[in-house]
């Protein structure tokens, strides 16, 4: 899975959001998501972290091996 192809599938499950992901190690496997969304406003950190996990439940599996999750309110 593409670092677009996850940008994506966070976007479509959270539409709207603003989403910036980082491969620092350029794998691909150990990545960071930067995530702005209207609806974590009123959200504890971990609701909002589990809300964006949920998008990506199967690639969490399968795919992708370490995430790392930045949750902004925009």
């Known amino acids: 899975m593409t670092v677009q192809e996850i940008k994506d ?9 603003e989403v910036e992901i980082q491969d620092p190690y350029n ?20 609701e909002q972290h589990r809300m964006v996990y949920a998008t990506l439940k199967d690639e969490l599996k399968e795919e992708v ?10």
């Open 65 to 74: 091996h370490a995430l790392g999750l930045e949750t902004k309110v925009s």
């Open 9 to 17: 599938k966070i976007q479509s499950g959270l539409p709207g959001s």
């Open 27 to 46: 794998d691909g496997v150990h990545i960071k998501a930067i995530v702005k969304f209207s609806g974590f406003s009123g959200k504890s950190v971990l």
